[in-house]
Nanobody
Framework: QVQLVESGGGLVQPGGSLRLSCAAS????????MDWVRQAPGKGLEWVSH????????TYADSAKGRFTISRDNAKNRLYLQMTGLKSEDTAVYYC???????RGQGTQVTVSS
């Protein structure tokens, strides 16, 4: 059974950093393309970052370029999103998603506020 569990969210001041984690079970994360997506209050889902299956190649939304880094630890079967230079507009629920079938976890709340 495929399961994705996000963690690492919280309240952070503008300019701060957070590292989100996504624990995968029921499949080998190294073999699948994975996304981070987010949903801000009152808005639709927004794609944030993508990492390919196999050879790690990452892409980012313009809003995330230069500030966010997606990575994967195959030994731990975990996906990460390192976020720096956080802005109030980054406030959202963040989800990891398996691209193959759009399986997602329950999300983790990130709030950027002073």
């Amino acid at each position: 059974q495929v399961q994705l569990v996000e963690s690492g969210g919280g309240l952070v001041q503008p300019g701060g950093s957070l590292r989100l984690s996504c624990a995968a079970s029921g499949f080998n994360i190294s073999n699948y393309a994975m996304d981070w997506v987010r949903q801000a209050p009152g808005k639709g889902l927004e794609w944030v970052s993508h990492i390919t299956g196999g050879v790690d190649s990452a892409t980012y939304a313009d809003s995330a370029k230069g500030r966010f880094t997606i990575s994967r630890d195959n030994a731990k079967n975990r996906l990460y999103l390192q976020m720096t230079g956080l802005k109030s507009e980054d406030t959202a629920v963040y989800y990891c998603a398996r691209v193959f079938d759009n399986a997602r976890g329950q999300g983790t709340q990130v709030t950027v506020s002073s």
